[in-house]
Nanobody, 113 residues
């Protein structure tokens, strides 16, 4: 299993970023995938999930601002982040639980206020 996150960067508050996670080594369309984030000095937290059927869930702090999606044909997952806030600053990780936890390498998102 390999997970490769990309798309992070520096953006002003109120701006947008789109994260991408390229996946390989497993049957992507059959599995629930997640985005987590970890801010400095804080625990890693679940941000959003998408099931094999396309159902989504979000942590309360990003509801209405972030959208998780996936492209099964390309084995990719996305996180569209709008109306970004300084508190969204973190390293964002794509995650898969398939008998064990798999993590991508993380992509840094920095939101300047």
């Amino acid at each position: 299993v390999q997970l490769q996150a990309s798309g992070g960067g520096l953006v002003q508050a109120g701006g947008s970023l789109r994260l991408s996670c390229a996946a390989s080594g497993f049957i992507f369309r059959l599995n629930t995938m997640d985005w987590y984030r970890q801010a400095p000095g804080k625990q890693r937290e679940l941000v959003a999930s998408i099931t094999s059927g396309g159902s989504t869930e979000y942590v309360d702090s990003v509801k209405g601002r972030f959208t998780i999606s996936k492209d099964n044909a390309k084995n990719r997952m996305f996180l569209q982040m709008n109306s970004l806030r300084a508190e969204d600053t973190a390293v964002y990780y794509c995650h898969l639980n398939l008998y064990r936890d798999y993590w991508g390498q993380g992509t840094q998102v920095t939101v300047s206020s």
